[in-house]
Nanobody, 117 residues
Framework: HVQLVESGGGSVQPGGSLRLSCTALGFSSNRCTMGWYRQAAGKQREWVSSYSRYGGTYYADSVKGRFTISQDKDKDTLYLQMNSLKPEDTAMYSC????????????WGQGTQVTVS
């Protein structure tokens, strides 16, 4: 049974920081890119950041310079350090893992709420 378990969300004032964690459990098949997405109320889900299996990191323009994605392979955990948070960062943040032989299978966590106000 594969599972992505997220934690670290919460409420913070503008300018504050939070760190999200996503632990991958039960994955025995090929794992490709892991990343974070977010969905604000009334809006479509948007990509935030990705960490490739080769160690490459990628960010949406809206978070570049403020968010840092990292991975602890020993713990099978992905992190998103979020600094200088803004009210527009308020959203449900979800962890994604692309797996399968051709990296076409999407796995999702349950989501963790981040509120900046």
């Amino acid at each position: 049974h594969v599972q992505l378990v997220e934690s670290g969300g919460g409420s913070v004032q503008p300018g504050g920081s939070l760190r999200l964690s996503c632990t991958a459990l039960g994955f025995s098949s090929n794992r490709c890119t892991m990343g974070w997405y977010r969905q604000a109320a009334g809006k479509q889900r948007e990509w935030v950041s990705s960490y490739s299996r080769y160690g490459g990191t990628y960010y949406a323009d809206s978070v570049k310079g403020r968010f840092t994605i990292s991975q602890d392979k020993d713990k099978d955990t992905l992190y998103l350090q979020m600094n200088s948070l803004k009210p527009e960062d308020t959203a449900m943040y979800s962890c994604n893992l692309k797996g399968g032989d051709y990296c076409t299978i999407d796995y999702w966590g349950q989501g963790t709420q981040v509120t900046v106000s």
